[in-house]
């Protein structure tokens, strides 16, 4: 039997995972996004090129399969949404949901939410420029090879994503 799937799975299910998790902020979602994560790895590993590492190809994976989860879930809430107000006519209000994040105090746990649901708002590049360079604490130089960016274009996206963010904070705020 062939080893290398375990390894693979053994070195990098943390990473995969906490990125999941601060693209979703819940726990049952990222374990969701990191279960598609290793299917694709393990299915693709011999197309796998090494023209990067393979911490930075999980890392784009997790990330396009993380946005594309949200995608996928935003668009299942607006069907429900519609089917909703067809069946009783009264307007209903779908709400975020909570933060589920292992990480997060209890006492922090409404600001933790209010700057990820702010962060949730952001053009998706822009988001995964925010998690990749402050929660993941990740380099420019890290970030741009993981983006498949210069790390001018990095610099440029961060200083649009600060600025934004600035924006939805403030709007939040009122």
């Known amino acids: 039997m062939n080893n290398k799937p375990k390894i693979l799975y053994e070195k990098y299910k943390e990473l995969v995972f906490n990125v999941a998790l601060h693209y979703t902020q819940n726990i049952e979602d990222a374990e969701e996004i990191t ?54 006519d009264q307007e209903k209000k779908i709400s975020i949901p ?18 990820f649901n702010c962060i949730n708002k952001l053009p998706p590049k822009l988001k ?23 790390v001018k274009a990095i610099e440029s996206l961060f200083h649009r994503a600060k600025k934004k963010l600035s924006i939805i904070l403030k709007d939040n705020e009122r």
Do not use: C
């Open 35 to 88: 279960q598609d994560v290793f299917i694709s790895i393990f299915e693709n590993i011999k197309d796998f090129r090494e023209e990067s590492t393979l911490k930075t190809w999980a890392y784009r994976i997790t990330i396009n399969k993380s946005l594309d989860f949200l995608k996928s879930k935003k668009r299942l809430k607006r069907i429900f949404f519609f089917k909703s107000l067809k069946i009783d």
């Open 128 to 150: 995964t420029v925010i998690i990749l360079l402050k929660i993941e604490e990740k380099s420019q130089k890290e970030t741009a090879k993981i983006m498949q960016l210069s």
């Open 98 to 115: 909570e933060i589920n994040h292992p990480g997060v105090i209890l006492e922090n746990k409404e600001s933790v939410n209010a700057i």
